[in-house]
């Protein structure tokens, strides 16, 4: 048993890895430093931050569409705001938000550190692509500053709507620009995050060593060097559709307006699980670490990413059911198929809370919230696989709250993310009373946010209305909806108020949690290039290895004394 | 390599089946367009790493029992700042601003972009050293 777990005297003498890295750094300082830095966890802080802000102007355009809809017939905004609003809500949260804070903030500075690298593989080419992201946000949201207003059809920007004659004006020529620079932003963090997980592992780190959250990241590169290529090449013939006289989308011309359907959902199905695998490894981490167990199932999960990754791709057109011309039956089994890879991590992360000794930290509470959440919107998810609820449900409030609770759920990984990793980014904890009140505030905000919206939609209510008619019934609803999207909103303040509390308050030590992973073995923060020393990496979880060496359970969860024989005798 | 080029190739085989099917069954051609160059990406990377994984030796990184001091030596050249990305990211900034306020603003967009490169790669022949 002893052979496949750290012997005593390798942890004292862990060898110094790259050694001739490690001469003092002395790069600029301040703003400076925060312009020209290439090390990922300053670039990963930075993408941190802006996309937390995305998140804040995101969510302010949210409360007001929900103020709006507080009343049926509310004057808050005109009615061609609300539409500015509702495409720029969209458009921050999925561009700006989600996607950056999924593959560009916490990825950036953790899959290095997890797979003991001592930075990505092309440092040059991830600040570029954080300055892309950047300047791409604000192109898409100077719109606001234009005669016109910002872009205001949907954030999907269907065809014809979206051509020069339905909407005129620069805010969707600037929209179409930002994303023309996020989208390359996301595609350069594909391939850096590819080339750094297979060519910057350590001695030891194989593939199936890697901890789940950098396997969901590798996954979720390959499904960015999919996808977004197709977004590109859709913006350029939409633009080109717009000023330069190409009939690629408009049926005057001889165009097929429903190809923007296809290219658009070619991205942006893959889309949704380019930002929901990233949170889907948060998770996995969290919930193994606050439970002491290793993950259950661990190349269950590896698969089930897999699988979902590949499925993603073959159902584009479950958004476009109701225009008669999508291959139905293909696009219905290829959808509900992945209901069972997304079952099998499910099940997965119950089976890792089982008979764990299970510390509902905020981080934790965090997840188990993500869970419930994820399930409510992965449910409703299938109903809207199959055509016949789809052609019922298309285009109403059931659409609108299926996919906020899954993006909510998601924003509850975000946030215990942050909370879990938070101390390894800065050496401070936040505030566990702070981070239970957040909590309470997110969960409890997000179901009573989107629950009423089920309702509505089932009755009938269409999305991207500013006004409905006068029934009781749907005001009620939508005045609970928007209660929940104020209990939303306090919690974002609490987490606000929270870092100003915890401001350097509680330092973190290297591992506050006692956790499994290889980024808890260096020092919080960690030093410039990483690492001082590395563990022997026997298993998924090196530094638990090093931290417990007399424990029984070994590689991927099996009792070391059953399977002894298959395990890897050290070199 | 062995895995990860197994993980692409089997995502190129999954999209080639779906490519398949989905062209022979639908009356669209974008679809299958897309999916074949998601075979094309599965296979042309997986490919490429599964001939060199048959003719090298295992990484230290794929060997199950390598020891840290395996990992020694130069990793490669980690430069630890660059002001060329940011130039660079300026230059995209305008050229992209010039589709709305003016085509003007392409000639400094190109000018930076330009500047950004040749810094750039003036820059990384000194190895990432100022």
Not at chain 2, 33 to 50: A, E, R, T
Not at chain 2, 97 to 113: D, K, Q, R, T
């Amino acid at each position: 048993m002893t052979d496949v777990l750290p012997h005593p005297v390798d942890q004292v003498t862990v060898e110094h890895v790259h050694e001739d890295l490690h001469e003092e750094h002395h790069g600029p300082t301040g703003i400076l430093k925060w312009m020209t830095s290439t090390d990922h966890k300053v670039i990963g802080m930075s993408y941190t931050v802006t996309s937390v802000i995305m998140m804040v102007i995101g969510g302010l355009f949210a409360e007001i569409i929900r103020a709006q809809l507080a009343s049926p017939n509310a004057h808050l905004v005109s009615l061609a705001q609300y539409n500015e609003l509702f495409t720029m809500h969209g458009s921050v949260m999925i561009y700006l938000f989600a996607g950056p804070f999924a593959f560009g903030a916490l990825a950036n500075i953790i899959v290095p550190l997890q797979i003991g690298a001592p930075d990505m593989a092309f440092p040059r080419l991830n600040a570029l692509s954080y300055w892309l992201y950047l300047f791409g946000s604000l192109t898409m949201l100077s719109g606001f500053f234009t005669a016109g207003g910002a872009a205001n059809f949907g954030w999907v920007a269907y065809a014809p709507l979206s051509n020069s004659l339905n909407t005129p004006g620069s805010g969707a020529d600037l929209w179409i620009g930002g994303l023309l620079l996020t989208g390359f932003s996301a595609i350069f963090t594909g391939v850096n995050l590819c080339a750094t997980i297979f060519y910057l592992r350590a001695p030891g780190m194989t593939m199936f060593r890697m901890p789940i959250f950098t396997w969901n990241l590798m996954v979720t590169a390959i499904l960015i060097l999919l996808a977004f290529p197709v977004l590109t090449a859709g913006l350029i013939m939409l633009y080109c559709d717009r000023h330069f006289g190409t009939h690629i989308f408009s049926v005057a011309g001889g165009g097929v307006p429903v190809l923007w359907q296809h290219i658009f959902w070619f991205w942006g199905h893959p889309e949704v699980y380019i930002l929901a695998l990233p949170f889907f490894g948060m998770v996995t981490e969290i919930i193994a670490v606050f439970s002491r167990k290793p993950v259950f199932g661990y190349k269950g999960m590896i698969f089930a990413t897999l699988s979902i990754a590949a499925l993603s791709l073959g159902v584009w057109a479950h958004h476009m059911y109701t225009t008669g011309v999508v291959l139905l039956p293909f696009f219905a089994i290829m959808s509900l198929l992945i209901a069972v890879p997304t079952g099998i991590k499910m099940f997965n992360w119950i089976g890792t809370m089982w008979r764990g000794e299970i510390w509902f930290s905020t981080a934790m509470l965090m997840a188990v919230g993500f869970l419930i959440t994820f399930l409510i919107g992965g449910l409703t998810g299938i109903f809207l696989a199959s055509p016949p609820l789809d052609f019922f449900t298309h285009d109403t409030y059931f659409v609108v709250a299926h996919f906020h609770s899954v993006v909510m759920a998601l924003v509850l990984g975000a946030m215990g993310g942050l909370y879990y990793w938070g101390p390894k980014i800065t050496g401070y904890m936040l505030n566990e009373t702070y981070g239970k009140i957040q909590f309470w505030f997110l969960f409890i905000g997000t179901q009573v946010f989107t629950i009423p919206g089920y309702i509505l939609g089932l009755d009938g209510m269409p999305r991207r209305i500013a006004m409905y008619p006068h029934d009781p019934q749907w005001q009620t609803l939508n005045q609970i909806s928007t209660l929940g999207a104020i209990l939303i909103g306090i919690s974002t303040i609490v987490f606000v108020a929270n870092i100003a509390y915890s401001w350097k308050k509680y330092p973190a030590g290297d591992n506050p949690w006692d956790a499994q992973t290889l980024e808890w073995f260096t020092t919080s923060p960690p030093p410039h290039h990483n690492y001082y020393r590395l563990p022997q990496i026997r298993s998924e979880r090196p530094t638990w290895d090093y931290n417990h060496p007399g424990h029984t359970a070994s590689p991927h969860g099996h009792h070391v004394e059953e399977e002894s024989e298959q395990e890897v005798p050290v070199a | 390599m062995r895995v990860e080029a197994k993980v692409l190739l089997g995502l190129g085989l999954f999209f080639g089946l779906m490519f398949a099917v989905y062209w022979h069954y639908s009356n669209e051609d974008a679809g299958g367009v897309m999916m074949f160059g998601g075979m094309l990406l599965g296979f042309l990377p997986g490919g490429y790493y599964y001939w060199w994984s048959r003719r090298m030796k295992p990484r230290p990184e794929d060997n199950p029992g390598a020891t840290q001091s395996e990992g020694a030596g130069v990793v490669g050249a980690f430069p630890s700042s660059s002001i060329w990305p940011f130039t660079l990211g300026c230059g995209c900034f305008l050229m992209v601003l010039a589709l709305v306020f003016g085509i003007w603003l392409v000639i400094p967009g190109v000018g930076l972009v330009g500047w950004a490169f040749l810094g750039g790669t003036a820059e990384g022949r000194r190895s990432g050293k100022h």
